[in-house]
């Protein structure tokens, strides 16, 4: 059964890095996206790298043989063993189907301060 937990103030959190911290024996990661937190357990679903100390980048898109673009509005985690990228709002694999995903865990905001359940 998932218990809640107290995790951080949000004023802590920055978009595009990463706070870390040990609950209930489990690494969790949280950042800001678009203003909104977003929990996820620290570790790479490919090889169970520390992802949170990936660097999130603006997704690559690629609109034609010739074209490509940066997408900072639906940025990316890339993990920092392989290189693998994780888009931040579903958690999916960026660039090819796999069903791996980022473990996304849920929160909650009450009275400036961020609870996760795990």
């Not at 209930?24 to 992802?51: D, E, F, M, Y």
């Not at 290189?83 to 069903?99: A, H, I, K, P, T």
Request: proline share 5%; net charge negative.
């Amino acid at each position: 059964m998932k218990t809640k937990h107290y995790f951080v103030e949000l004023g802590v959190l920055e978009e595009g890095r990463f706070v870390v911290r040990e609950v209930n024996n489990r690494s969790v990661g949280a950042t800001l996206l678009h203003g909104q937190p977003v929990v996820i357990l620290n570790s790479c679903p490919h090889a169970g790298a520390p992802i949170c100390q990936g660097k999130i980048t603006p997704k690559l898109v690629i609109e034609s043989a010739q074209a490509l673009q940066l997408d900072a509005e639906h940025p990316v985690l890339r993990c920092p063993w392989h290189g693998w990228e994780f888009n931040l709002e579903d958690g999916m694999v960026n660039g090819f189907n796999s069903r791996l995903r980022l473990a996304k865990l849920q929160h909650e905001l009450e009275n400036d301060s961020l609870y996760i359940w795990i």
